[in-house]
């Protein structure tokens, strides 16, 4: 039975704030995978970004799998068997779908919601329960959404079965690393924010990294290694992370050929966008676009 299927029957309690809206509305789309899942690899069920207007309540039954939540705006609240979650912009929750679970928006709720499954999340979520990190109130602040980034809002119904994995598998490792270090308690140096700022906004601009030594006044090396220790990523790769999302929204909601996307978001080569696009991805652009259309 389709993952979608399943969520609709564990449906409790419908939604009364907008009736004339389908339920479907506020429910994710199944993930198409490449192949049958393997329970060796972490693998997608659904996802999607959804919209859910104040006043809005949604009940589960427990379901079979995980789910990576990541809050883009408003103000709502989770609750999970006996936790509850305040829920605000950019606040990150890894939840076990095996206890049923509920929604609701105080204000209107805007999230993006995957669902997986695969035999290492157990492992994964109980260090994570006991380094009290299954809930992030603030994750832009600590860099981990530079590897979310890629997945969501329904990045994983592109991707290959083993860049999924990789991906996965690298955020949820960074999460325990991050949880079981005091360095989650440390604040940012504000050259650091600033950098990562620079690189948002500027992600289509051709920066190297004698560049932002200069930008800095920090010696390019010290500038790699404390980036990475608070954020995560080098901030090339950061940069390519923010290009290659940017390049999937073109992709999906444009007409434009791939080489003048490819330029768009600060690749002067058509080859070296194909490469980053295939390396965050697992897939090409033109496969990525035949795939979302």
């Known amino acids: 039975m389709a993952f979608l299927n399943l969520l609709m029957h564990a449906l409790i309690e419908s939604p009364s704030a907008a009736a004339s809206i ?11 995978g490449d192949s049958k ?27 079979p799998s995980y789910g990576i939540l990541y809050t883009a705006q408003g103000s709502g609240s989770l609750t999970a068997g006996e936790q509850h979650y305040a829920l605000s912009a950019n606040c990150f929750l890894l939840l076990d779908c095996k206890n049923g679970f509920s929604f609701s928006a105080s204000s209107s709720l805007e999230y993006d919601l995957l669902y997986l499954n695969g035999s290492a999340m157990p ?17 832009t602040a600590s860099g ?15 991707l290959s079965a083993f860049a999924f994995h990789r991906m ?29 700022e620079y690189l948002d906004e500027n992600f289509f601009k051709d920066i190297s990294l004698e560049a932002l030594e200069r930008q800095s006044g920090i010696n390019r090396y010290r500038l790699c290694r ?15 992370t923010a290009r290659i999302s940017k390049a999937r929204v073109l992709l999906t909601e444009t007409t434009l050929k791939i080489h003048e996307i490819g330029y768009q978001v600060g690749y002067e080569s058509t080859n070296q966008f194909i490469h980053h696009f295939k390396k965050v991805t ?12």
């Open 144 to 158: 981990l959404f530079g590897y979310l980034r890629p997945l969501l809002p329904d990045g994983a119904q592109t």
């Open 22 to 32: 389908p339920i479907t509305y506020y429910l994710p789309k199944n993930a198409a």
């Open 226 to 240: 404390e980036f990475k220790e608070y954020y995560f990523l080098p901030p090339l790769q950061y940069l390519h």
């Open 123 to 139: 492992c994964f979520y109980e260090h994570l329960q006991e380094n009290n990190a299954l809930f992030l109130p603030s994750l």
């Open 168 to 196: 996965i598998t690298d955020l949820l490792s960074e999460l325990v690393e991050y949880s079981s270090s005091s360095e989650s308690s440390i604040v940012i140096p504000d050259y650091l924010r600033q950098l990562k």
């Open 37 to 63: 899942p393997s329970a060796y690899l972490f693998y997608p069920l659904a996802g999607g970004h959804i919209r859910m207007p104040a006043g809005l309540h949604l009940s589960f039954a427990p379901l």
């Open 282 to 293: 697992g897939r090409t652009p033109a496969v990525y676009r035949a795939k979302k259309r």
